[in-house]
């Protein structure tokens, strides 16, 4: 079955950049979603499509890709960020998310 | 505003059924694919079905497939997960979600429920 890989941790102190990578195979021929989950509360899409921001989500939040990696980061990260945040993709019409990272703004 | 409510969870034995319901309000609920997403305890989000618009199409994860089905009612914007031969490690938060266009395999989910917690366990 189809895996997207994530570290499973990263720290950063506030105001500095965070960068939160997930990895799979092919990853550069599907489109990579990007959600934040916060303790105790429900996902929040934060990127879509590789590298589009929904409305009301910050512009410190951005996504990119370069072949089977996609990256999401977090510029200028602030205290609220701290939270769970998981890449997805689609393969063979089968939903599939990353392993999740946690990000501890320190 | 997108509203998405689930109900139905609760504790049952192994091998037993349950039948999760999402009621959504909102948005033109048959515009759009509707999904099921689980988190165990602890643990990271897992995909668990989804359906189109006008449930012409659908799709589930390997773990559920055979056991659980999706469906759902455009009349009564409302979303269903029967989920039979529950086993242990089907024990998780469900999610409802919405996603952001009618087809289920290529978007993304815009909206979320706050969950309903299943416990299967003897």
């Known amino acids: 079955s189809y895996e997207l890989t994530q570290p499973p941790s990263v720290s950063v102190s506030p105001g500095q950049t965070a960068s939160i990578t997930c990895s799979g195979d092919?990853?550069?021929?599907?489109?990579v979603s990007w959600y934040q989950q916060k303790p105790g509360q429900s996902p929040v899409l934060v990127i879509y499509?590789?590298?589009k921001r929904p409305s009301g989500i910050p512009d410190r939040f951005s996504g990119s890709k370069s072949g089977s990696t996609a990256t999401l980061t977090i510029s200028g990260t602030q205290a609220m960020d701290e939270a769970d945040y998981y890449c997805?993709?689609?393969?063979?019409?089968?939903?599939?998310f990353g392993t999740g990272t946690r990000v501890t703004v320190l | 505003e997108v509203q998405l409510m689930e109900s139905g969870g609760g504790l049952v034995q192994p091998g037993r059924s349950l039948r999760l319901s999402c009621a959504a309000s909102?948005?033109?609920?048959?515009?759009?694919?509707m999904h099921w997403v689980r988190q165990p305890p602890g643990k990271g989000l897992e995909w668990v079905s989804g359906?189109?618009?006008?449930?012409?199409?659908?799709g589930y994860a390997d773990s559920v497939k055979g056991r659980f089905t999706i469906s759902r009612d455009n009349a009564k914007n409302s979303l269903y997960l029967q989920m039979n031969s529950l086993r242990v490690e089907d024990t998780a938060l469900y999610y409802c979600?919405?996603?952001?266009?009618?087809?289920?395999?290529?978007?993304?989910?815009?909206?979320w429920g706050q969950g309903i917690l299943v416990t299967v366990s003897s």
């Open positions: 499509q590789d590298r």
């Open positions: 997805q993709a689609w393969d063979s019409k089968t939903g599939v």
């Open positions: 909102g948005f033109t609920f048959d515009d759009y694919a």
């Open positions: 979600a919405k996603d952001a266009g009618p087809g289920y395999s290529t978007g993304w989910w815009d909206s």
């Open positions: 092919k990853l550069g021929d599907k489109y």
């Open positions: 359906i189109n618009w006008n449930s012409g199409d659908l």
